[in-house]
């Protein structure tokens, strides 16, 4: 059983900073790329920003010069550092790690957190 559990969610006033965490438990083969994705209400879910298992990083136009993703392999840990936060960035984010299960299959599998609200005030 694989569990992503998030931390680091809250309440900020407009040009704060929040940093983000998730760490994956469990029994798995290895975790590839990892992310966060972000919904605001109404609105569709939406990739914020992913990282390799080599350090390749990839940010929504949206949130680039703001948001660092980062992870550390040893703790399987993901983080969002968001700095200068906007209103816009109100949303529930999510962390997602694509994992293979078993060294004997390629498959790789999607895990997602429960989320973690992130409120940003004018």
């Known amino acids: 059983q694989v569990q992503l559990v998030e931390s680091g969610g809250g309440l900020v006033q407009a040009g704060g900073s929040l940093r983000l965490s998730c760490a994956a438990s469990?029994?798995?083969?290895?975790?590839?790329?990892m992310g966060w994705y972000r919904q605001a209400p109404g609105k569709q879910r939406e990739l914020v920003a992913a990282i390799t298992s080599g350090g390749e990083t990839n940010y929504a136009d949206s949130v680039k010069g703001r948001f660092t993703i980062s992870r550390d392999n040893a703790k399987n840990t993901v983080y969002l550092q968001m700095n200068s936060l906007k209103p816009e960035d109100t949303a529930v984010y999510y962390c997602?790690?694509?994992?293979?299960?078993?060294?004997?299959?390629?498959?790789?599998?999607?895990?997602w957190g429960q989320g973690t609200q992130v409120t940003v005030s004018s």
């Open positions: 997602n790690a694509k994992m293979r299960s078993r060294w004997s299959d390629p498959r790789e599998y999607d895990y």
């Open positions: 469990g029994r798995f083969f290895s975790i590839n790329a």
